[in-house]
């Protein structure tokens, strides 16, 4: 039976001795074990009642035993729904209500803080996995076969769902399909050259598209070997260059690079790729990096609903501030944001998008997703940009309120209605400020009630028992009062503009 994303990540022809995930002592997987240890999953999700088209929702800690959740569940035909481990037990409870996953499967150590979310969402099964590997799901797994008949999924099919949050009201999953996931495997692993000879350092996240399916599909697709770390740390990634061919990161990584003394050309000669994206990289860090290793960062751009959209070139100039062409198959143009009249070459609109990578919608949301699109099926992505004559996509800001952190997109308004519920709190204004690491900091200018007398670290505090801590406010200002115009709109561009030396004076 086929299925078809797996089947393209993992053909049977696969040599077994060879090593996928480098995970340290006596925690590599072959790609064999891939084969046997994921069917072994597989077999208990479906003993668990996982039955095509169910959801298995998971926040767990990185490991390579995630991984193998992560393709159990494409074989078990299971819609594959990964959480960050930040998340807080009332952003839990949300996502659990809303996705109905049959089985949740979360790090032990936290087990009894959000049985309640997962009670209150009817889920069947609450499993357990950790860091090293162990817990319940291990457990159910241990017994059963390692082979496993594959559960038939075409590429319409879904195979994963991944929270995105919103402007206005709550987050919105995005419903990813296989050949979305697949399509846009295929394409950047041809773009970007990788072969069986990479070996690729993996330091991302794998709740998010970045570290899931840009590097795991990739580096699967090539049969490239991953570097897996468990977290971004700089020390760990320079010292893993040598022996390494390539890095993906947010920008993050590559200031944090920059502003470490080994980063060298020496240190990253035997490198031959390093690629940027998830938030703008500084033309500044870009010149520098090159400067300092000869290597010029290849930035793309992409998103939750829609995977990778552009890329800068493998042969060509990789130019800095731009994103690049449109992948294979996948077509962008400029439009107008309010009416969606298309845009002649160098005006700055909205970023448009259609392609096999683009998602079909938003589950439980038919309205929310038909705002999204055009007539024509072209994706809205609220990024504001123009391209040169070139044919490059440059971005050049938002129209959605987002800030970007170390690659976490941040929406104010959630950050708001938490901070308005504070006890003695009128109002408040979330923007995003310059920040040296982060790329923007998340910062809240806060009004207080008549009377009231507010502390910042009382506030933090109370905020970070409902916020993931990346959402948390970096730094909180009490003003008098927020700036507004006539329409009594807060003006968040004089409030970036008062605080835009916030983090760099
Ligand atoms: C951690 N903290 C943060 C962030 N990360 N605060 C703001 N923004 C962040 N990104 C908080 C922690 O909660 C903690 O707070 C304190 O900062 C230090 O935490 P630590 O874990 O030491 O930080 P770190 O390990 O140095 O992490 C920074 C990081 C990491 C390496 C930049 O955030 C990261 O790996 N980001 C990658 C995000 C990513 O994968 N994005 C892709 C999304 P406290 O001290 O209060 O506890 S996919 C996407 O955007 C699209 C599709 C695309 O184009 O790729
Ligand atoms: P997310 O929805 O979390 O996947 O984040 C997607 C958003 O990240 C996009 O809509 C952009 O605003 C931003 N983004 C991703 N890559 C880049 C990039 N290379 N340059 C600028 N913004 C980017």
């Known amino acids: 039976m086929s299925n078809h994303l797996f089947d393209q990540l993992l053909p049977q022809s696969l040599d077994q001795e060879?090593?996928?995930?480098?995970?340290?002592?006596?925690?590599?997987?072959?790609?064999?074990?891939?084969?046997?240890?994921?069917?072994?999953?597989?077999?208990?999700?479906?003993?668990?009642?996982?039955?095509?088209?169910?959801?298995?929702?998971?926040?767990?800690?990185?490991?390579?035993?995630?991984?193998?959740?992560?393709?159990?569940?494409?074989?078990?035909?299971?819609?594959?729904?990964?959480?960050?481990?930040?998340?807080?037990?009332?952003?839990?409870?949300?996502f659990l209500g809303d996705a109905k996953p049959r089985v949740f499967v979360c790090d032990p150590a936290r087990l009894d803080e959000l049985k309640p979310a997962a009670a209150s969402a009817a889920v069947a099964h609450c499993w357990t996995l950790d860091a090293a590997g162990e817990g319940s799901l291990t457990q159910h797994a241990a017994g059963q076969s390692p082979s496993f008949a594959n559960v038939a999924r075409?590429?319409?099919?879904?195979?994963?769902?991944?929270?995105?949050?919103?402007?206005?009201?709550?987050?919105?999953?995005a419903m990813l399909s296989h050949a979305n996931l697949a399509s846009n495997a295929a394409a950047l692993c041809g773009l970007w050259r990788f072969s069986r000879d990479d070996v690729l350092i993996h330091a991302l996240p794998i709740y998010h598209t970045h570290g899931l399916f840009v590097a795991i599909n990739v580096a699967l697709l090539a049969q490239a070997k991953l570097l897996f770390l468990p977290r971004f740390d700089v020390n760990e990634v320079l010292a893993l260059m040598p022996g390494a061919t390539s890095l993906m990161g947010v920008p993050t990584f590559y200031t944090r690079l920059v502003a470490h003394p080994g980063l060298n050309h020496a240190v990253s000669a035997n490198m031959r790729l390093f690629i940027s994206g998830s938030a703008p990289l500084l033309a500044e860090t870009h010149r520098e990096f090159s400067a300092r290793t000869g290597h010029a960062i290849l930035e793309r751009y992409g998103m939750t609903e829609t995977g990778m959209i552009t890329s800068n070139p493998y042969d060509g100039e990789r130019r800095p501030s731009t994103v690049g062409f449109p992948l294979p198959d996948v077509a962008i143009r400029i439009a107008e944001p309010a009416t969606g009249a298309l845009l002649p070459q160098g005006e700055i609109g909205v970023v448009e998008a259609r392609g096999p990578n683009v998602f079909s919608g938003y589950l439980n949301m038919?309205?929310?997703?038909?705002?999204?699109?055009?007539?024509?099926?072209?994706?809205?992505?609220?990024?504001?940009?123009?391209?040169?004559?070139?044919?490059?996509?440059?971005?050049?800001?938002?129209?959605?309120?987002?800030?970007?952190?170390?690659?976490?997109?941040?929406?104010?308004?959630?950050?708001?209605?938490?901070?308005?519920?504070?006890?003695?709190?009128?109002?408040?204004?979330?923007?995003?400020?310059a920040h040296p690491d982060l790329g923007e900091g998340v910062t809240a200018i806060v009004v207080a009630r008549p009377g009231a007398m507010l502390k910042?670290?009382?506030?933090?505090?109370?905020?970070?028992?409902?916020?993931?801590?990346?959402?948390?406010?970096?730094?909180?200002?009490?003003?008098?009062?927020?700036?507004?115009?006539?329409?009594?709109?807060?003006?968040?561009?004089?409030l970036r503009q008062t605080y835009a030396a916030l983090y760099t004076a």
């Open 366 to 433: 038919p309205d929310k997703t038909r705002e999204e699109f055009r007539a024509d099926g072209y994706f809205m992505t609220g990024d504001l940009g123009f391209i040169d004559p070139q044919n490059y996509l440059h971005i050049i800001g938002r129209g959605k309120d987002l800030v970007i952190s170390g690659g976490f997109n941040v929406y104010p308004k959630e950050v708001e209605s938490e901070i308005d519920a504070l006890a003695g709190v009128l109002e408040s204004a979330v923007i995003g400020v």
């Open 18 to 94: 060879r090593v996928f995930i480098a995970a340290g002592p006596g925690r590599d997987l072959t790609f064999g074990a891939l084969q046997t240890r994921s069917a072994k999953i597989a077999h208990a999700l479906v003993a668990a009642g996982v039955v095509p088209g169910a959801v298995v929702a998971v926040q767990i800690e990185k490991s390579p035993e995630a991984v193998l959740l992560m393709l159990a569940c494409l074989r078990a035909g299971a819609v594959f729904l990964p959480l960050n481990t930040a998340y807080t037990a009332p952003e839990i409870s949300y």
């Open 154 to 173: 075409g590429p319409n099919d879904l195979a994963a769902l991944l929270y995105t949050s919103g402007t206005t009201g709550r987050s919105k999953g």
């Open 456 to 494: 910042s670290d009382a506030m933090l505090a109370g905020l970070k028992t409902r916020l993931a801590a990346y959402k948390c406010p970096k730094r909180i200002i009490l003003v008098d009062d927020l700036p507004r115009n006539s329409m009594g709109k807060v003006q968040k561009n004089v």
